[in-house]
């Protein structure tokens, strides 16, 4: 999955309880992306990086926070999680910005009860 | 904001047969668009990609063609194989829209192929 990898790849949560998702790539891309998938809405973005402590919202961000304090790693932290956020995540990256292809990682399996 | 989707949501083929995969779109300035395979349990995998400047684009077994006048894009897979089960996406991606789109992509449902040997 093109030097990313996603931790852990399953996990099982309470509900009010913190969570914090990595992503470490070692292809040394700018750009970084946390996508959640769940059935009838497909890949939904949630946060990107464009840059080493450079992050912006993405359409469904609310609950959500992301951290990048180096090139390689992109943090996702669920503050409070709540079952509406149990869901497979999955990290990208690419190479630059706009009409680029991503890579994604393998994804986390996150049930939230 | 505008969404991509797909006409036909599972596709059941003979091994051997090409499959064509289809999707809509709505949005008439994205000019970039993706296919993605996605199979069980594993992260979507890059297939091939086309701008809008270009009406067709072929890879490996695969071909993508893009007709812009009835926005729909379409995936055809040559001689498919029992590998090739998995879910496909089709993804979009707007540049400039007041500034960069940082690789925002736009998805589909996404396709269920299913080969049977």
């Known amino acids: 999955d093109a030097g990313i990898t996603q931790s852990p790849r399953h996990k099982v949560t309470e509900t009010g309880t913190p969570v914090t998702l990595r992503c470490h790539q070692t292809?040394?891309?700018?750009?970084m992306y946390w996508y959640r998938q769940d059935p009838g809405h497909g890949l939904r973005l949630i946060h990107y990086?464009?840059?080493?402590?450079?992050?912006d919202k993405g359409e469904v961000s609310d609950g959500y926070s992301v951290s990048r304090s180096k090139t390689e790693d992109f943090l996702l932290t669920l503050e409070s999680a709540t079952s509406s956020q149990t869901s497979v995540y999955f990290c990208?990256?690419?190479?630059?910005?706009?009409?680029?292809?991503?890579?994604f990682g393998s994804g986390t399996q996150l049930s939230v009860l | 904001g505008e969404s991509v989707g797909l006409h036909l949501p599972t596709l059941s083929v003979q091994e051997g047969d090409n499959s064509i995969i289809n999707c809509a779109y709505s949005?008439?300035?994205?000019?970039?668009f993706i296919w993605y395979k996605q199979e069980s349990g594993k992260g979507p995998q890059f297939i091939i990609d086309?701008?809008?400047?270009?009406d067709k684009r072929q890879g490996q077994r695969v071909t993508v063609l893009l007709n812009k006048t009835v926005k729909h894009l379409s995936l055809q897979i040559a001689a498919t194989q029992p590998g090739d089960s998995a879910v496909y996406f089709c993804?979009?991606?707007?540049?400039?829209?007041?500034?960069?789109?940082?690789?925002?992509?736009?998805f589909g449902q996404g396709t269920i192929l299913t080969v049977h040997p």
């Open positions: 990208a990256i690419s190479e630059s910005a706009g009409n680029e292809k991503l890579f």
């Open positions: 292809e040394n891309h700018r750009y």
């Open positions: 990086s464009y840059g080493v402590k450079d992050t």
């Open positions: 949005n008439s300035a994205s000019d970039y």
């Open positions: 086309i701008r809008s400047n270009m």
């Open positions: 993804a979009e991606n707007l540049a400039n829209a007041g500034g960069t789109s940082y690789g925002k992509l736009t």
